[in-house]
């Protein structure tokens, strides 16, 4: 959190569950530092069973507005002193906004007005288009409603249940007036006819979503040679395979990150009644993007003989991500092992080596590493900058005894030769003990798991699986 708090702090939040890893207190609480505006956005993670107590409840603690998520964006309706009609055309609210009376929330739908922002920065227009809709579900229909008050010629939604689809349609154009949606069975894509200048591709299904970042909701290559432009609302990878498809065929390709910005933008500016301009959207676009890249990334640090090599080698291979060992990245680059490192050159040196390569990583940013950090890494200040900005840090907490019971025999590590093995184990993870805390994202207790237990308590805490 960016913000100072005091007692005219206000605050707005997310409702939704599961929640998981969220962008949206980034972008809100970035908007209020640097807007001035005295706001803290928080997650609210509510069981669904408790969905009728939210409003009374945000109403008594005065809260200014809330966003809506899955699986509430239509289950708050009913609770809401009046809807916006965009909002209440489409069926479904993402904003909650005070009532200018202080009694009640005013739903608003900003995932379509954000949507509409976010396309005219990129330059896509919807007037006189020819549009594929794929997908009919909550947003589906919300696009599918742009599109048709946007002016698109041909708005074909195709989705996996036809049923579903025939009803959006039948619903937009009943609203619209015009016979503008037509809807289509998936799989019966290779029937849409074929139009002059190719058509305009919205991906509105969640296939493609991290962990099943292998799929694409049409796999077929052909396809893609008659889209001009594929939007992917999808944005967790940033680029799906539906977008790597498309590209591949020749078209423009967004991901969906610009919607989840811009939707947030304007619910600010609807709580706060200021404007947003460009360049501040653009900032916010940036952090986001890098936050995004950085969380794709893990960081295992640890005393030596937590588990951090064998333990990412199995994150490795369930997560099909490549490992890193920053010691054994040192000893290839410098041609010689650690031991040599320290004995010619000291461990002054060595510590510059490790900062030099982990600063080179951060900088580059590859995606999909998981790192094996040196177990001195942690120590230094900006080495744990580095460390969370290449991506999630995660300590692997082990105690003295059972890091003794398996490094000792060791003759490859300097620092555990000479007399007194548990004794050093111990005042040296005691001394480290502040810096690994200060380093973490998240820590994770080894002592009496196995390996693959500890990674399976990753995946689990880093929403990953
Ligand atoms: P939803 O209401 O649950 O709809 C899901 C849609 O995906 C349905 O059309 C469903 O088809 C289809 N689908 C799911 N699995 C499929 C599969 N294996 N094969 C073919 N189709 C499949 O979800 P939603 O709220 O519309 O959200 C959809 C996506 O939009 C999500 O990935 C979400 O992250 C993204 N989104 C992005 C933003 C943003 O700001 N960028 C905002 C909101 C949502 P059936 O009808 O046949 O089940």
């Known amino acids: 959190m960016h913000n100072e708090t005091d007692g005219n702090t206000r605050t707005c939040g997310l409702i939704g569950h599961p929640l998981g890893h969220t962008l949206s207190p980034k972008i809100h609480n970035m908007l209020a530092e640097m807007t001035g505006t005295n706001l803290v956005y928080v997650p609210f993670d509510v069981q669904p069973e408790r969905i009728a107590d939210v409003l009374p409840g945000a109403q008594a603690l005065n809260l200014l507005g809330m966003n809506v998520t899955i699986p509430y964006k239509n289950a708050v309706i009913p609770f809401l002193s009046s809807i916006d009609p965009l909002a209440e055309k489409i069926g479904a609210v993402n904003t909650l906004v005070r009532e200018e009376n202080g009694k009640g929330f005013r739903g608003y739908n900003t995932d379509m007005t954000g949507l509409y922002r976010s396309l005219e920065q990129e330059g896509i227009g919807l007037a006189g288009e020819a549009v594929i809709l794929l997908g009919a579900g ?32 039948d619903e937009i154009n009943a609203a619209e007036g015009k016979e503008c949606v037509i809807p289509m069975q998936l799989e019966d894509y290779p029937g849409l006819p074929e ?182 890494l942690a120590l230094k200040e900006e080495n744990r900058a580095l460390m969370r900005q290449f991506g999630k840090v995660i300590y692997l907490k082990t105690s003295p005894q059972t890091v003794y019971e398996r490094v000792k025999g060791d003759q490859t590590r300097p620092l555990l030769q000479g007399d007194d093995l548990i004794g050093r184990i ?25 390996p693959e237990e500890v990674a399976d308590e990753i995946l689990t805490i880093t929403h990953l699986r």
Not at 138 to 156: F, T
Not at 426 to 444: G, P, S
Request: aromatic share 8%.
């Open 138 to 169: 909550g947003v589906a229909r919300a696009v599918a409603c742009l599109c048709a008050m946007k002016g698109a010629k041909h708005i074909y939604l195709l989705n996996r249940t036809l049923e579903k689809a025939k009803t959006v349609a």
């Open 195 to 376: 139009v002059p200048g190719k058509y305009l591709c919205i991906q509105c299904t969640n296939v493609g979503m991290y962990p099943n970042e292998k799929a694409a909701v049409i796999e077929d290559p052909e396809f893609y040679r008659h889209i001009h432009t594929g939007v992917d609302l999808v944005y967790r990878p940033l680029k799906t395979k539906f977008l790597k498809l498309a590209e591949a065929a020749g078209a423009r390709t967004f991901s969906g990150l610009k919607m989840l910005l811009y939707q947030a933008v304007e619910a600010f500016e609807l709580w706060n009644h200021v404007n947003i301009s460009t360049e501040q959207a653009d900032e916010v676009y940036e952090a986001i993007y890098g936050e995004l890249q950085a969380h794709m990334n893990l960081v295992l640090i640890g005393f030596m003989g937590s588990g951090k090599t064998t333990v990412s080698q199995i994150l490795a291979e369930k997560l099909a991500y490549h490992c890193m060992d920053s010691d054994a990245d040192i000893e290839r680059q410098q041609k010689m092992k650690i031991s040599q490192i320290f004995a010619d050159r000291g461990e002054t040196a060595f510590r510059e080596l490790e900062t030099e390569s982990l600063r080179k990583l951060a900088e580059q940013k590859p995606g999909r590493i998981i790192l094996s950090a040196g177990g001195g």
């Open 426 to 450: 111990e005042r040296l993870e005691a001394e480290r003990e502040i810096f690994y805390q200060m380093a973490a994202d998240e820590v994770v207790v080894t002592d009496g798991k196995t």
